[in-house]
């Protein structure tokens, strides 16, 4: 055991929104709340940029109530950032300026709530806090609805995205099937490079009523392949559902949502290119050939932000993985992430917590396994399903202010 | 009181789907298995198609549980259509077929569940019934999403729309403002002459987190001084969600959406051109002016099938709606469609329900006041909040299976 280090701690927030990352922090700031050898909690402004910029907003002058309300509150409730840190080899401009900042409130623990870019964030600080001879205890909390984290069985926000793409699947499939004059119906889910989500639309066709081919982007997409199959489900049904992620590429690596996308021009910070469009896309070519009444829906942020359909297994996942973080560095703990693993007992789902090397999991991806899904690429096996349906399980209570969702309101005070 | 009119009845659902029409469909079946005079209860295929065609439901063998989960299944599980009766002294072929299906399953009553264009069908049957002395009662349960029927104070389906979105504003602005370095976010909301639709987005905004900016089809889009005002904002906050009409529209009456769009070139069966594309490129102008990272959602299907977020109070007076056609039916009325009178008392919504002639209220259109709309033309006013904010209370019980809806599932035994 190792001695207790006294000290403040930061919480940060990065990457794009969850349903549930807030309730990561909620886990993160109650459990550092109430540990003694925690000396004041700061939430960073903006993730790593609000250590940078000396804005800290002081958490424990905020109203216990309202932080328990940041559990049903969506997006990053600290603000959110992407900026890519330097390697500290290379420039360490900001490192010194983290290590003064840290220096300035005594910080002796910092927690990192986001996806890989995030965890490299964090494996970096966490590296030159060591070199530089000054403790501080780094752990990264996961978080993206992409789920694509390596290491980890799931991540939080993804049971909660998957809950709101298969919800609003199976209604859509409703709508969509309603005339008998034909429709084709596309729907765009994200996820840039792994198919968790857009395999996620197959829940609601287990669960009676969803879309009738998913496509992911683990298999390269074949356009015309993928006319043939739908015109054909049209001819049979006068009508088809159709998920398709964001991603879909063709065997050059292409992304379809380039082939005719004026949006898919602008890259973000990371060099990722920002997709849109392909749901129309799609839909446009199929009209084209069948001259059926189309449509292109894309889910956009909605299915990032859709806390009101949150899994209460996500969102309980999510606080305890938060809290551990805590428990874990006050152990003495640091330069790790929390990771999830699946014991299922008498085939019920269980989930264990523990610890993963930030190392071993930033900068990595992990994608669904190609045998989860079909041979025809054109949708995900019962494996898939297998793996998803315990993600998406459980109402939580969601306190609502008339009718409508009631968010945590902070006061933010910034520190001095 | 009339004398006591023995036979079967039709129930028949037509136009765009609501979250709550089948809630209607269920108060009329349940009311007409209920009443000892209705001898046997269809329900039509795809509306007044299915009369046409001679196919019909028998609502008598379907599983009362099952039934009950039709509260809770959006779009319109008999299934829609969308078919533009002629006027019967121009042309009757169609109307003689319905008299020659009503003789053969002795149809006494007729309900068809709808909206503006539906009322119409309904109204031309009824007189086209009178006329050829065939004793028929024919009522109208009304239902709108975009709730411009004329002669009720709303119109099922509307309240339930208002919650999904004024729910998804709320979570995708908390989104829309999560990164500090700039976001133009621009929603587009169903409505195609009216705007209580797009109006109903403000609810987030009055209840804690929503748009900066609200536009509605009742007033003329200025685009100049549009840009204005949300750059304007953007600069000052450093981001700006809007929330706008497909239906908006310049001085000169051409809709905004088709300034730019390659959608909007087709029209649907009344001739009513289809919007789409209006988020994306209002968002694109915004980006061209200021160099942000915009964002443009499109709410789509998705608002008007959202059942899980259907309003309590919304779903509670569908079904009543439905019961309401029935036993008025069956004491005599016909030729009249349900409405909804509000007598609040003490301040608190009361809503009551009367008939009106259907001649009344086919074809017309209810907009937004003037008044309810700011003198900028950017929002809606606290009368227009007070209005709207009743329509959405409460959250009905939903049936769930693995965590997802569960719909009915109907045997449809067709009528020999």
């Not at 794009?16 to 909620?26: D, E, H, K, L, M």
């Not at 840190?85 to 900001?94: K, L, Q, Y």
């Given at each position: 055991m190792e001695k207790t280090l006294r000290g403040a701690c930061i919480i940060g927030?990065?990457?794009?929104?969850?349903?549930?990352?807030?309730?990561?922090?909620?886990?993160?700031?109650?459990?550092?709340?109430?540990?003694?050898?925690?000396?004041?909690?700061?939430?960073?402004?903006?993730?790593?940029?609000?250590?940078?910029?000396?804005?800290?907003?002081?958490?424990?002058?905020?109203d216990p109530q309202e932080l328990e309300y940041l559990k049903n509150t969506p997006s990053s409730e600290l603000g959110s950032v992407r900026y890519k840190?330097?390697?500290?080899?290379?420039?360490?401009?900001?490192y010194k300026r983290i290590l003064e900042v840290f220096k300035k409130y005594d910080v002796r623990y910092f927690f990192y709530n986001g996806g890989n870019d995030s965890m490299d964030t964090c494996d970096k600080i966490s590296r030159y806090m060591?070199?530089?001879?000054?403790?501080?205890?780094?752990m990264g909390v996961p978080k993206t609805i992409d789920n694509d984290l390596w290491g980890t069985d799931h991540c939080p926000g993804f049971?909660?995205?998957?809950?709101?793409?298969?919800?609003?699947?199976?209604?859509?499939?409703?709508?969509?099937?309603?005339?008998?004059?034909?429709?084709?119906?596309?729907?765009?889910?994200?996820?840039?490079?792994?198919?968790w989500l857009a395999g996620s639309a197959a829940l609601a066709t287990y669960c009676g009523s969803g879309p009738d081919l998913v496509y992911l982007p683990e298999v390269d997409f074949d356009y015309e392949k993928f006319c043939e199959d739908a015109i054909e489900i049209y001819k049979k049904q006068g009508n088809v559902l159709i998920a398709a992620s964001e991603g879909i590429h063709d065997k050059e690596g292409k992304f379809i949502s380039e082939y005719g996308s004026k949006l898919a021009e602008t890259?973000?910070?990371?060099?990722?290119?920002?997709?849109?469009?392909?749901?129309?896309?799609?839909?446009?070519?199929?009209?084209?050939?069948?001259?059926?009444?189309?449509?292109?829906?894309?889910?956009?942020?909605?299915?990032?932000?859709?806390?009101?359909?949150?899994?209460?297994?996500?969102?309980?996942?999510?606080?305890?993985?938060?809290?551990?973080?805590?428990?874990?560095?006050?152990?003495?703990?640091?330069?790790k992430m929390v990771a999830f693993e699946r014991n299922d007992v008498d085939?019920?789902?269980v989930c264990e917590m523990m610890l993963l090397p930030l190392e071993s999991v930033a900068n990595l991806e992990k994608k669904?396994?190609?045998?989860?899904?079909?041979?025809?690429?054109?949708?995900?096996?019962q494996e898939f399903i297998d793996y998803a349906l315990p993600l998406i399980q459980g109402q939580p209570e969601r306190p609502t202010e008339h009718s409508l969702p009631r968010y945590a309101h902070l006061k933010k005070v910034v520190a001095k």
């Open positions: 927030q990065s990457g794009g929104p969850t349903a549930v990352i807030n309730a990561s922090a909620y886990g993160v700031i109650r459990a550092a709340l109430d540990a003694e050898c925690i000396t004041k909690v700061y939430g960073a402004a903006h993730g790593i940029k609000g250590v940078l910029d000396d804005k800290l907003y002081i958490m424990d002058e905020e840190m330097e390697d500290p080899d290379r420039d360490d401009t900001d060591k070199k530089a001879g000054y403790e501080c205890r780094v049971g909660s995205a998957a809950k709101y793409i298969a919800t609003s699947c199976m209604e859509v499939s409703k709508d969509a099937r309603v005339y008998d004059t034909g429709m084709i119906t596309v729907m765009e889910i994200m996820g840039r490079h792994a198919g890259k973000d910070a990371f060099g990722h290119a920002q997709l849109g469009g392909l749901a129309v896309q799609l839909a446009d070519e199929l009209k084209k050939r069948t001259g059926a009444k189309v449509r292109g829906i894309e889910l956009s942020l909605l299915q990032r932000c859709g806390a009101h359909l949150a899994s209460e297994t996500d969102l309980n996942e999510a606080v305890e993985a938060g809290r551990l973080a805590v428990e874990s560095a006050i152990a003495g703990e640091t330069g085939g019920k789902y669904v396994p190609r045998e989860w899904i079909n041979e025809a690429g054109n949708n995900v096996t």
